[in-house]
């Protein structure tokens, strides 16, 4: 009896360990104050907290209720908060450069506060210990540093695809003949001009990163700690990154084995609409049109013209349109147009009768669109939206329109295409495959969290980030591959050149010979 007992608890105990994780102790580190960015991790975040795993979360963006198992570290209120700060401007090569200084200068500001942060300084001073930290890849290295000082493995996220400096740590290969640059126009299929820009845009980035961004950053870690290995180093340990991509956007890209697509894992359940929403919506006869652009750019700051040209494309289409819009009234508002401050975007989208999105194609907009298969007429005004349009254009999702050449007749043309019934057909074709994966976004984003805490000591780093770059660009076998040939020739020329001189030399020789 009592054998039996001690058995079956023995097998129970074995089928209980096979496959479960046990609660883990989870940092997240997010120390870049970017709103929609962390609108992207707090679902992951929650449902890591949800699945009973301890979340210890640094952020500016407190849990407003408490939540179980999730514990804020919060910075709120020790910086200023991005939210409708972008003027409606054309984007160039010049103002991504002063761009990049910003986001470097914004990097170093949030590594300051952060290490000043006492909460934070006691999680080293309490020597707490954690399975596994989660932390933002974006603007800077400063978590990896923190994570280093807690002895924890990483494992990275984004809320968008891969900025410059992130290729050579995860050692993917860049080559820009073909692939885009995140933050300028241009698709795989780049004219010279955008190649050139790009590679240019690609090379100062990955400068500022190296001597701006980590230098400081690094400055400001060793205030605390000593001995930390440099930033990029501790980058090339990162276990996983959770890349916020899904082939059916970018189409194939060469990742390496840690470097897992999870695009889509933020978008939740649509929950019901406002009454006098639902009522607009569902009355439309032939659909409505939802118009967004975020939350950083200020619609205010759109040039008049331009504003006119879309109020009268609108105006124009049978269409009912409802359009996020931050100012108290919209001066010459035709009467299809439903606005407001705020508005559910997701449980918009997901409505049957929203036809088309109009969007400036921020990463979030632009996965809930793919989601719900509605396509898009993409406006990108700045940082990534210009790579996501042209990669949604060039996936089939929706079109692309330029600030700059934008009129009311080639707005409506964008919007005829669009509403092609067979147009919208083909959206939510590659929308359904969007969603046909082996697991979903959020079960491999806790997935691959889980397996870097289980499995520590395991690194899945592509050998191309050990590699010198002058082996990396082959430039030894070219080196070599070239030298035989010319060798070759070398010898060939000098052979037959002695040859002839020495048979010049006797023809010589026999004319001397007869003339004498
Ligand atoms: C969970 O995290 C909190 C704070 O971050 C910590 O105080 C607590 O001890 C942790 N719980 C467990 C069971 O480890």
């Known amino acids: 009896m009592l ?16 496959n479960e994780v046990h609660s883990l102790n989870i940092l997240g580190v997010f120390p870049y104050q970017g709103k929609s960015h962390f609108y992207v991790f707090e679902p992951y975040l929650k449902e890591l907290a949800r699945r009973g795993h301890n979340l210890t979360v640094i952020s500016y963006f407190p849990q407003k ?37 910003g986001v470097s200068y914004v990097a170093i500001d949030n ?3 952060m ?5 934070v300084q006691d999680l080293w001073k309490r020597k707490m210990k954690f399975d596994v930290a989660v932390v933002e890849q974006f603007n800077g290295d400063c978590a990896l540093g923190l994570a280093h000082i807690l002895n924890t493995p990483v494992v990275g996220l984004t809320s968008h695809l891969l900025m410059p400096y992130h290729y050579d740590r995860y050692g993917i290969s860049y080559n820009p003949s073909y692939i885009p640059f995140l933050l300028l126009d241009g698709s795989t299929k780049s004219t010279l001009m955008q190649r ?40 090339r340990n990162i ?23 999870v695009g889509g894992y933020h978008v ?38 331009k504003m006119q040209a879309i109020l009268d494309a609108l105006a124009e289409l049978p269409q009912r349109v409802v359009w996020k819009w931050e100012a108290k009234s919209l001066p010459g508002k035709p009467k299809n147009i439903f606005i407001s401050k705020w508005l559910p975007q997701n449980d918009l989208l997901a409505h049957p009768n929203v036809v088309a999105f109009y969007s400036h194609c921020g990463m979030l907009g632009t996965t809930e669109a793919l989601y719900h298969g509605v396509p898009l007429v993409g406006m990108p005004m700045f940082a990534d939206q210009f790579r996501n349009a042209a990669a949604m254009e060039e996936s089939g999702f929706g079109v692309t329109v330029k600030l700059e050449n934008l009129t009311k007749d080639n707005l409506l043309e964008k919007f005829k295409m669009v509403l092609d019934p067979k147009f919208r057909e083909n959206v939510k074709l590659l929308s359904k495959a969007w969603h046909d994966r082996p697991k979903s976004a959020m079960d491999t984003a806790i997935h691959w969290t889980e397996f870097a805490a289980k499995y520590p000591t395991l690194t899945f780093r592509s050998p191309a980030a050990d590699v010198p770059l002058y082996q990396y660009l082959c430039l030894d076998i070219i080196f070599i591959l070239s030298t035989i040939p010319i060798t070759i020739i070398y010898i060939v020329v000098v052979l037959y050149k002695t040859y002839f001189k020495s048979k010049s030399k006797q023809k010589s020789n026999e004319k001397k010979d007869k003339n004498m």
């Open 268 to 305: 939740s359940k649509p929950q019901p609409l406002r009454d006098d929403l639902l009522k607009f919506i569902e009355e439309s006869e032939h659909g409505v049109i939802y118009v967004s652009f975020g939350s950083m750019l200020r619609t205010a700051t759109m040039p008049k013209d």
């Open 196 to 235: 050139l820009s790009h590679t240019i845009s690609h090379i100062y980035m990955k400068l500022i990163y190296q001597y701006l961004t980590q230098r400081y950053e690094y400055k400001i870690i060793s205030k605390y700690v000593d001995n930390i290995p440099s930033l990029e180093e501790l980058g």
């Open 115 to 119: 290490m000043d942060d006492e909460e």
């Open 239 to 261: 276990k996983f990154l959770l890349l916020y991509n899904n082939m059916m956007l970018t189409g194939s890209n060469i990742l390496p084995a840690n470097v897992i697509e």
């Open 111 to 113: 590594c300051n506060i």
């Open 3 to 18: 054998v039996s007992v001690i058995l079956t608890l023995i097998l129970i105990s074995i089928f209980n360990t096979s």
């Open 65 to 101: 209720e408490p939540l179980k198992n999730y514990h804020d570290i919060s910075l709120a209120g020790k910086s200023i908060i991005f939210e409708g700060i972008v003027p409606f401007q054309k984007q160039s090569l010049l103002t991504n450069m002063l761009t990049s200084l």
